[in-house]
Every structure is written in structure tokens, then in C-alpha cells.
């Protein structure tokens, strides 16, 4: 089949490998100049094939309140009289409760389960440079109560296959001493050993340069998807701004900007952004910089080792609308992070002022329950890869396999169901 592939993010790019390999015809068109420009840049580099716990939880509702009147808090919403927003909102409320949380990981870790065996397949079968190493993780735990939630939902993601062991504040600082400075202030922390990091615009470059030697594949860049065409019910191609390219199948996997896209044709995903930001703070002695990947659980900040910088990444800001994204930058969430950083890391980024540290903001393409969408949309040839949220590398390698499944009429590794794009 003739394949068009809207978007060359980390998804985008999974999604046209899987489908190249299957023996389709495949063309990438995406707007930016190169691959993985967009939330696939700067992103908090973490494989969290293990620990997939969804924003929407059980405590999450209780502690909103106190958010919104914290301008340094770790989720900020800005309300607007727009529908769209409330019914997101309504999404994420209902998805906050405990069952419906449960499922929410279970669906996600079955996916990343997924996504692990296919990006081990690529790395067995390709040579390719991004940073990667297995780490290992550590969710770090403040306080008590949110420590004794961690190790039930621990309990729950060990019956499901994550191997994952919590450990008292003395084991945690052992196993990481870089963590010493939090000292009397970890309650307790979960540590993953499987854990794996990697830089997610490398590895878009790494892909976009095997997909480019590709005899079946064409990427075009600088190329912005104006409108999906149809006819006789079924989708025929897309409209960029210069020409018509003509395809059996169409995959949008725009992130965020797919919104727009859908619009036109009466799909409305329930997506949103997800504003987040980080920092890239070099390694330059070593010193008091963390090997493991360090989650501090309170302030939903990520610390990764990747390659000589620490990556550190975090925030949520409930911002702009999916058709109408706000990618601008707001200094003070970037400051938040570094402040955080001399609190937990002393010494790390020390010296460095905001400005040398590589302020980046993305958004994250999210569904009110975390779940992505992935598989044939209403209308028929049009499939959507999209609404990975916070997850995008981790998943991206299984939602593609997933799709080219569908797609090739096979049965897939995990439960096309769960993850059904005919919702939207
Ligand atoms: C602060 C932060 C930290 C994160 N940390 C992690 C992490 O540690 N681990 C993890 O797994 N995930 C993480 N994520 C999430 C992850 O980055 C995203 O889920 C992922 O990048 C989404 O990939 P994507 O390909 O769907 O979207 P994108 O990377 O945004 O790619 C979509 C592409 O489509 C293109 N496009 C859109 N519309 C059009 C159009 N009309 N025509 C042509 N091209 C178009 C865009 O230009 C873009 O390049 C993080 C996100 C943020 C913001």
C-alpha cells in the first residue's frame, strides 16, 4: 500500500519504520525543517517501560486545589470558557478514580511491554547512536502517605510483570548517593532496575537515517500537511500547501497538531496540551550528578543521566487548546526547574546560569486518561497514531508495531481495543 505518514516525532518516525519493514510505500511529510522538533526534542529522555504511572491517579484530585494557588506548582491550569477544555477536564476527573486508574496501567504497561521488545529488536538488528543505557530508576517519595500509595500500586504493577522494589531512605541514598543532600526529606523511594534512557531527538535522527536509506521510503521536511482528502467515503491522500500526494492509507501522527488536522473532517480526539519544560545541565565533573534516573515523585520532576548532561524535566500546564496550541515558553516554569535542581542536586548546576542550560518547552499531546489513540479512525484509511501524552518514546515503538498489525490484518501482541482511534 501507499502509506502517508503526517509527522516525523519520535511516533511518526516508529510508526513509518514498522511500516516500511512490513513492505509498504511510505511518505513522511512533516512541517519543521528536520525530525523530532517538536515535544519529541528535549523531552525528559526516560524509557519508563515499567513504571507507567498515568497523571490521572487516585491522589491527584486532592492535591489540585493546592496547585492553583501555587505558581510554582507542578500542574497549572489556566481556565477558559471553552467546552473542550471543561470536557477534557470531566475526562481527567473521571479517569482519576482508582478502578479506572488500575485499568489505565494495565493498558499502558502491557503497550510498553510491547514497546520494549520492539525497540530491543531494533537495536539487536540496527547499530544506532542515542544515548541509550539501561539506568535503572528510582521514584522518590517525600512523604509517607504518597510512599505507602507508591508500594500498593507496586504491589499491583508486580502482578502485571514490572519488577520494581521499594526502599527505605538509607538503601535509596546507597544506591544513588548523589541523592544525599534530600536526606531527612525522603520518605522512601521505588526503584526500577530495568529502567532505560536515551536521548528521543537522536534517536528521531537515527531513524529519519535508516528510513532515508530506505528504497520505499520518502521523507519530505519542510512539508506541512494542509488537509486529508476523501472521497466515496475513504480517504484518497493529502493536501500540502505545493501538491496532492496521493495514498491508500493515511497515518496521522502529528502530536498535538493533529487536532487541526481532524478537525476539518469532524474528528475530535480528546486531546490536549500538556505544556512541560527542561533543563540540560552538562556533567562537567561528575560530582553530585545522579546516574540513576531520579524521579522526585512531590514535584513530578524527572532527573536523567543521558549521554554527559542531566536532563531534567517536568511541569504540566493545562494550556492554549489542541487547535490553538501555546508553544511559548514561560521562563519562570524553566526557573522552577533549575531552582529544583540546586535543591536536590547541590553542586550540579552550580555556576550555570538559566540561559546556558538549554530552556526548552513541549507539549505533550494528551488524553484525559493517559491512554494514546491508535488504529483506523471512523472514517476508513485514515488512522491515527497520537495522544501519548507524557509517554511518547516509551510507547512509540509499540503503538507503531500496534498500527502495522491492524493495519496488515494481523493479531497484534496487545489488545487493539484498549487503545481504539475509532473513539475519535
Ligand atoms: C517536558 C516533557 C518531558 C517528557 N518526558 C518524557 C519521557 O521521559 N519519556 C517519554 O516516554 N515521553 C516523555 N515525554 C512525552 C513525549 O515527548 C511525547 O509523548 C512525544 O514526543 C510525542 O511524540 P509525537 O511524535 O506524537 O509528537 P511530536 O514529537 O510533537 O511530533 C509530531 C510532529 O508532527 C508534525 N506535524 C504536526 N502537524 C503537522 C502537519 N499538519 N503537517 C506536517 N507535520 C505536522 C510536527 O511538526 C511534529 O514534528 C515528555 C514530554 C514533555 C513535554
Known amino acids: 500500500m501507499r502509506v502517508v505518514i503526517t509527522g516525523a516525532g519520535v511516533v511518526g518516525l516508529a510508526t513509518a519504520w514498522q511500516l516500511a519493514s512490513d513492505g509498504h510505500r511510505v511518505t513522511v511529510l512533516e512541517r519543521r525543517e528536520g525530525p523530532g522538533l517538536e515535544t519529541s526534542f528535549a523531552n525528559g529522555g526516560q524509557l519508563s517501560y515499567s513504571y507507567v504511572a498515568p497523571l490521572a491517579g487516585p491522589g491527584v484530585l486532592g492535591k489540585v486545589p493546592g496547585w492553583l ?195 476539518p473532517l469532524g474528528l475530535r480526539p480528546p486531546l490536549w496540551p500538556l505544556k512541560g519544560y527542561s533543563i540540560t545541565v552538562p556533567v562537567t565533573s561528575g560530582a553530585g550528578a545522579p546516574h540513576i534516573s531520579v524521579t522526585d515523585f512531590a514535584r513530578k520532576i524527572v532527573y536523567a543521566r543521558i549521554g554527559h548532561t542531566v536532563r531534567v524535566a517536568g511541569m504540566a500546564d493545562l494550556t492554549g487548546s489542541p487547535t490553538r496550541p501555546d508553544p511559548r515558553p514561560d521562563p519562570e516554569r524553566a526557573g522552577t526547574l533549575l531552582t529544583e535542581t540546586r535543591q536536590v542536586f547541590p553542586g550540579l548546576a552550580d555556576g550555570h546560569a538559566l540561559h546556558d542550560l538549554q530552556p526548552w518547552a513541549g507539549l505533550r499531546p494528551a488524553t484525559p486518561s493517559g491512554l494514546p489513540l491508535i488504529g483506523e479512525s471512523r472514517m476508513p484509511g485514515l488512522w491515527l497514531n497520537i495522544g501519548h501524552g507524557g509517554l511518547g518514546f516509551t510507547l ?26 475509532t473513539l475519535a
Not at 103 to 114: E, Q, S, Y
Not at 178 to 196: Q, Y
Not at 400 to 420: E, I, K, N
Request: glycine residues 8%; contains cysteine.
Open 396 to 421: 512509540a515503538m509499540g503503538s507503531a508495531s500496534l498500527l502495522a498489525d491492524t493495519m496488515a490484518g494481523r493479531r497484534p501482541a496487545v489488545h487493539a481495543t484498549d487503545y481504539a482511534a
Open 69 to 263: 494557588l501555587r505558581r510554582d506548582a507542578p500542574l497549572r491550569w489556566h481556565p477558559r470558557l471553552d467546552p473542550a477544555q471543561w470536557r477534557w477536564l470531566a475526562g481527567f476527573m473521571r479517569a482519576c478514580n482508582g478502578t479506572a486508574s488500575d485499568d489505565t496501567t494495565r493498558k499502558l504497561l502491557r503497550l510498553a511491554f510491547h514497546s520494549r521488545d520492539r525497540m530491543q529488536a531494533l537495536l539487536a538488528q540496527r547499530s544506532i547512536d542515542f544515548d541509550f543505557a539501561r539506568r535503572g530508576k528510582l521514584i522518590v517519595h517525600r512523604d509517607a502517605a504518597s510512599f505507602d500509595a507508591a508500594r500498593r500500586l507496586l504491589d499491583y504493577q508486580a502482578q502485571l510483570g514490572s519488577e520494581q522494589q521499594a526502599l527505605d531512605r538509607d538503601a535509596c541514598i546507597a544506591l544513588e548517593p548523589a541523592l544525599a543532600a534530600l536526606g531527612e526529606r525522603i520518605a522512601g523511594a521505588v526503584h526500577t532496575p530495568s529502567e532505560e534512557v536515551g536521548d528521543c531527538h537522536r534517536f528521531c535522527r537515527a531513524l529519519a537515517g535508516l528510513l532515508a536509506a530506505h528504497p520505499d521510503v520518502t521523507l519530505r521536511f519542510g512539508a506541512t500537511v494542509r488537509g486529508i482528502a476523501h472521497a466515496g467515503g475513504r480517504v484518497r491522500g493529502v493536501e500540502t500547501g505545493d501538491d496532492f500526494v496521493e495514498a491508500d492509507a493515511v497515518v496521522v501522527a502529528g502530536g498535538i497538531g493533529s487536532a487541526a488536522l481532524l478537525r
